[in-house]
DNA sequence: CAGTGGTCTAGACCACAAG
DNA sequence: TTGTGGTCTAGACCACTGG
């Protein structure tokens, strides 16, 4: 090969834009033209700008070609793991405790979110995720029994719900939220924190095919913060 | 070619996994034998399988091969935009108004974040965005005078410096942190909303080539939710 | 050492959409 | 219509690392 790879074509495209040699909105060459210019394969240029266009720095369409997007759009990843991970990552011992367990129909708003039926029976459970034994995460779920079979006879105790889901419905796909929130009495006394103090808090929604398996607020003890890099 | 296609290979990787015909931790064929399998070239089982690594759902190894994640991170990704589009995207209509504008010496906290020098100038700046004239979202800025020449010259009447910085500045890199936090007086003032209310924020640290170039807090107006599919 | 993924090549055909 | 990106192929060599 000519030595020229991929990441080194990405390299060169970034410095150019940078140098503001292809300006934002700037169609730059071809393929063909790059393919030719770097002396080597197209499928290389291909791949390096392809990436480059995933993560929002250059547009592409067929035959108007590539350009230099107007206004990029970063696109942040965050890596959402299952807490104890979370927690272990961060050099806290895991432990959790369960609040609340109860087989219970499905409150109006939880059947609106979930879109289940009025007789739908789900499992309200109710978590609390601890560092180090200080309160960490505060875990609301309601599990759409219908849709995991098998979950009546599972064992909470070691694994938490959190885990087993990942575990036995892999990949499912969602919506995920975040958002800030006052601290209500339950999640207060859950986190050992007052009445209103701001939480850091996500809202999942998961779903196999169509259907909503579980619904889970997860609530972050004061000074959660979530950071990424760009 | 034979009509398969790496999006093929995806699907079909992603129903064996549901499927529990590999379960999380085991091991899949090798490359070549999914190649074999599916009657493809190996090129096309690389991308299949390296963009599943990529998601997270597989993690790969060179001769140790390809395992299904024992406990997958989900990679959540956000749109970063300019806060006019993200506002135009939602149908409102954009406006901007900058509550202060002021060139200091960098206080030391903002010293500490940005890794200043103790005598580096800072330009501050606090702006207040609105849709359809309602505050959307408050945004406290400081901006290195000496990482951003032609800043000042620079006017912010038409266009936000949010915007500016991305023409002006483009593809730098740098963190970003999302937290909630209770509002304080001037953040409710200028969001019209009462002390102590939830705000979800944002917070970004830009730099270029390890220099620090703007730090901003961005406090979203109650009831802002974040949301993502996975 | 040997098997796996990582990458590049040269060529090909296809799908899409701008002109 | 025709140029552009999107993808696949068959083969090759390399880089890493487990056994």
Redesign the interface.
């Known amino acids: 090969m000519s030595g020229i790879t991929y990441q080194r074509i990405q390299t060169e495209v970034?410095h150019r834009?940078?140098a503001r040699v292809w300006r934002?909105g700037d169609l730059i060459p071809s393929e063909v033209a790059l393919a030719a210019e770097f002396g080597c394969a197209r499928a290389t240029v291909n791949r390096a700008l392809r990436e480059l266009a995933e993560t929002?720095?250059l547009e592409r369409r067929r035959k108007a070609g590539t350009r230099v997007s107007p206004?990029?759009?970063?696109?942040?990843?965050?890596?959402?793991?299952?807490i104890r991970?979370e927690i272990e990552a961060l050099g806290g011992v895991y432990r959790h405790a369960i609040l609340q367990k109860a087989h219970v129909l499905a409150p109006s708003f939880i059947q609106a979110l979930m879109k289940l039926d009025i007789h739908a029976e789900t499992l309200h459970i109710r978590t609390l995720h601890l560092s180090n034994d200080q309160p960490y995460l505060y875990e609301d779920r309601w599990i759409n029994m219908a849709a995991v079979p098998g979950i009546r006879s599972a064992d909470f105790s070691r694994v938490s719900v959190n885990?087993w889901l990942?575990?036995n419905a892999?990949?499912?796909?969602?919506?995920?939220?975040?958002?800030?929130?006052?601290a209500d009495e339950a999640e207060a006394e859950a986190l050992d924190t007052t009445v209103?103090?701001?939480?850091?808090?996500t809202e999942?929604l998961?779903r196999?095919k169509q259907v909503s398996v579980t619904f889970v607020r997860l609530a972050?003890a004061?000074g959660?913060?979530?950071?990424?890099?760009?």
Do not use: C, W
């Not at 206004?71 to 299952?82: E, G, L, R, S, Y």
């Not at 892999?170 to 929130?181: M, Q, R």
């Not at 209103?196 to 808090?201: D, H, N, Q, S, T």
């Open positions: 970034l834009i940078r934002p929002g720095i206004d990029p759009v970063h696109k942040a990843t965050f890596d959402i793991a299952v991970r885990e990942v575990q892999p990949l499912s796909g969602g919506e995920i939220t975040f958002l800030a929130k006052n209103g103090k701001a939480l850091f808090v999942r998961t196999i972050y004061p959660y913060r979530m950071t990424t890099r760009l």
